[in-house]
């Protein structure tokens, strides 16, 4: 363990892994699920942030004074706005209005300057990610850190995440599984597992309302249904998605993901976000496929805290149709 750190870059990466105990004893195998709620920015996505910064300075697109321009869901603007804090960076952060209260209040907190449009689809030009590249263009000395098709990303978890849970594993690890942002996560785990082991199992956990369940297990881009988890849910092949190298595939309900999110908390202290109560409910799915005695690990993406308007709110379950827990009620 690193005593002192040098600064908030340091800080990145290198989090724990927590042993599942429901999901490992429901399922006879070992669920770990790496604790990247841990991160100084409170997300996985300060990995990715970190490294398009870095790769960007080492190309020269992104010097001393300049602008850092992004669109997303929120975690990614987070990790930009710190570290960009750190190094001296303006950063600009287009976001669609419907992002939880929360991460639009932390972002403005963090001294990122906002810009909110409507959801709409990918193929509309006022999409958030389309909106964050005109921005950069039109912006002076900007970089349009781009992280859904900037592999800068991915290659943050092929030399970063996957390392890190060969090494706690001590390289025993039969499969790993998580949903779908831009990818790097999946992709970049994945690809940096397979180098070192060929024969671990990486499956695609896939909220509803996304498109690469079908994808990967018939080779079409087809959505079903909708979901109200932030930062996952993906209907393209993003660069980042590009070879990478998926095994198996699940599609995971809300409900099913809540259920995971609901009982992490009250039985074992663990207070996330909906992606990681679906990468946990997929994991156990990839336990079944794979049988007892394996070892799975997936990821915790980012804390409940970040979601107490939403996921933990009576009144807005209600409104999404979603159970409500009975503590939350009584
Ligand atoms: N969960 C949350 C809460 C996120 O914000 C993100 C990032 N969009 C992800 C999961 C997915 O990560 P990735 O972009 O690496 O696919």
Redesign the pocket.
Known sequence: MTKIAHDVLALVGNTPLVRLQRASEETGCEILAKCEFMNPGG???DR?ARYIIEDAEAQGTLRTGGTIVEG?????GIGLALIGAAKGYRTIIVIPETQSQEKKDTLRALGAELVEVAPTSYSNPAHYVHTSRRIAEETPNALWSN?FDNIA?RMA?IRGTAPEIWAQTEGRIDGFT?????????A?VGLGLKEMSPGVTIALTDPHGASLYDYYARGELHAEGSSV????G?SRITA?LESAPIDTQFRIGDEEGLAQVFSLLREEGLCL????GINVAGAIALARELGPGKRIVT?L??SGM?YLSTLFNPAWLDAKGLPKPDWLTR
Do not use: F, M, P, Y
Not at 72 to 76: E, F, L, Q, V, Y
Not at 178 to 186: D, F, M, Q, R, Y
Not at 229 to 232: N, P, Q, S, T, V
Not at 273 to 276: C, I, K, R, Y
């Open positions: 997300s996985v996505k990715a997303t869901a929120g975690n990614t992280q990303n978890h998580c949903a779908v942002g831009t990818g790097g996560t999946l970049g988890a932030e930062g996952i993906q980042n976000g909906l992606s990681s990821i993406c980012d970040r």
